[in-house]
C-alpha cells in the first residue's frame, strides 16, 4: 500500500525556517518525481514545487522560489522542503504527492499525504 | 502567470448531471486533470489526461475537453460527491503545475 506520511509542521515566527519531511513507502520512492502542494485555511490548492527522481533537477512556484529548497532521499525514501524567510501567507497545509506514472511528462498527482500545517505567526 | 478558471459553485439535485468547466489558454496542449477533496480529506484524482477515470472512480465521473476548456460531468449525481472539485494542468512549457481555483458542488 502506496503511504506518504508528512510531518515538520507547526508555528513558526515571520522571518522564521522550517524544514517538512514526507515519508514514503509502498513503493519504489527513487523512480517517481514527486511534489509539494500547499492549501491555506479555506482556499484552494496551489503547486509549490517538484523534484525529479534523481534529485537532479527541481522547480519552484514564483511565490517560493528564492526561500524553499526541495530536495529528497532515495536510500531513505524520504521527501523535503526547506522553508527559509517565512511569511503569513505561506500559512497552508502542506501536502506531499506522488507524480501519476513515475516521471514528470504528465504532471499530476495520484497519491496524497494526509498534509501537515505550518502556521507563520507572531 | 498562467491561470485556470472554475466557476466557484455549483448546485444540482440528487439524480441530475452536474458539469463542471475549467478553462485556460494551455489547455489545447496540456492534458486537464481533476481532483475531488472532501472536508479534512487530502484530494484524490477522479480524472487524468482530460477523459480517463482511475481505478476505483465510479463510472458517473467523466472527463470531455473541448478548445480552451475542460469539463468533469458527474451523471446521476449522489449525496457522497458533494464536494470541492479542482482542475489541473500545466503551463504551456510543461514547466509549472497550476490549479483552478476550485468548484464547491452543493448536491441539494
Known amino acids: 500500500e502506496v503511504q506518504l506520511v508528512e510531518s515538520g509542521g507547526g508555528l513558526v515566527q515571520p522571518g522564521g525556517s522550517l524544514r517538512l519531511s514526507c515519508a514514503a513507502s509502498?513503493?519504489?520512492?527513487?523512480?517517481?518525481?514527486m511534489h509539494w502542494v500547499r492549501q491555506a485555511p479555506g482556499k484552494g490548492l496551489v503547486w509549490v514545487s517538484r523534484?525529479?527522481?534523481?534529485?537532479?533537477?527541481?522547480t519552484y512556484a514564483d511565490s517560493v522560489k528564492g526561500r524553499f529548497t526541495i530536495s529528497r532521499d532515495n536510500a531513505k525514501n524520504t521527501l523535503y522542503l526547506q522553508m527559509n524567510s517565512l511569511r503569513a501567507e505561506d500559512t497552508a497545509v502542506y501536502y506531499c504527492?506522488?507524480?501519476?506514472?513515475?516521471?514528470?511528462?504528465?504532471?499530476?498527482?495520484?497519491?496524497w499525504g494526509q498534509g501537515t500545517l505550518v502556521t507563520v505567526s507572531s | 502567470s498562467y491561470e485556470l478558471t472554475q466557476p466557484p459553485s455549483v448546485s444540482v439535485s440528487p439524480g441530475q448531471t452536474a458539469r463542471i468547466t475549467c478553462s485556460g489558454d494551455?489547455?489545447?496542449?496540456?492534458?486537464a486533470y481533476w481532483y475531488q477533496q472532501k472536508p479534512g480529506q487530502a484530494p484524490v484524482l477522479v480524472i487524468y489526461?482530460?477523459?480517463e477515470r482511475p481505478s476505483g472512480i465510479p463510472e458517473r465521473f467523466s472527463g470531455s475537453s473541448s478548445g480552451t476548456t475542460v469539463t468533469l460531468t458527474i451523471s446521476g449525481v449522489q449525496a457522497e460527491d458533494e464536494a470541492d472539485y479542482y482542475c489541473?494542468?500545466?503551463?504551456?512549457?510543461?514547466?509549472?503545475?497550476?490549479f483552478g481555483g476550485g468548484t464547491k458542488l452543493t448536491v441539494l
Open positions: 504527492a506522488r507524480n501519476t506514472g513515475g516521471d514528470g511528462t504528465y504532471p499530476n498527482f495520484d497519491y
Open positions: 523534484i525529479n527522481s534523481a534529485g537532479s533537477s527541481t
Open positions: 489526461k482530460d477523459t
Open positions: 509502498g513503493f519504489t520512492f527513487s523512480s517517481y518525481w
Open positions: 489541473q494542468s500545466a503551463d504551456s512549457s510543461g514547466s509549472y503545475v497550476v
Open positions: 494551455a489547455l489545447p496542449k496540456q492534458y
